[in-house]
């Protein structure tokens, strides 16, 4: 069974930081791809980040330079390092699994993790 359990939301004012976990079955985190959308209330998924099998990574251009990504294999989990956050920031956040890294398509969602970015 495939599972991919979130973690690390909560409330940060603007300007500041908050690193989201994803942790993944082991059957599934050494052969695919990873990545993060975000849904804020009223609007679409949209695409934040995403990285490959190898650490090859891409980012959405409102994230560029303010959010990594990255994986650790031992631990079959990926991180979500956000920085100077925004208050467009805030939505939920999903972490997605796929085969297709170039195709940018996902087969497995997570349950997903509140941000809510506000003073």
């Known amino acids: 069974q495939v599972q991919l359990v979130e973690s690390g939301g909560g409330l940060v004012q603007p300007g500041g930081s908050l690193r989201l976990s994803c942790a993944a079955s082991?059957?599934?985190?050494?052969?695919?791809?990873m990545a993060w959308y975000r849904q804020a209330p009223g609007k679409q998924h949209e695409w934040v980040a995403a990285?490959?099998?190898?650490?090859?990574?891409k980012y959405a251009d409102s994230v560029k330079g303010r959010f990594t990504i990255s994986r650790d294999n031992a631990k079959n989990t990926v991180y979500l390092q956000m920085n100077r956050l925004k208050p467009e920031d805030t939505a939920v956040y999903y972490c997605?699994?796929?085969?297709?890294?170039?195709?940018?398509?996902?087969?497995?969602w997570g349950q997903g993790t509140q941000v809510t970015v506000s003073s």
């Open positions: 990285i490959s099998m190898r650490g090859r990574t």
């Open positions: 997605n699994a796929g085969s297709d890294y170039d195709g940018m398509r996902w087969d497995y």
């Open positions: 082991k059957s599934i985190f050494s052969i695919y791809a």
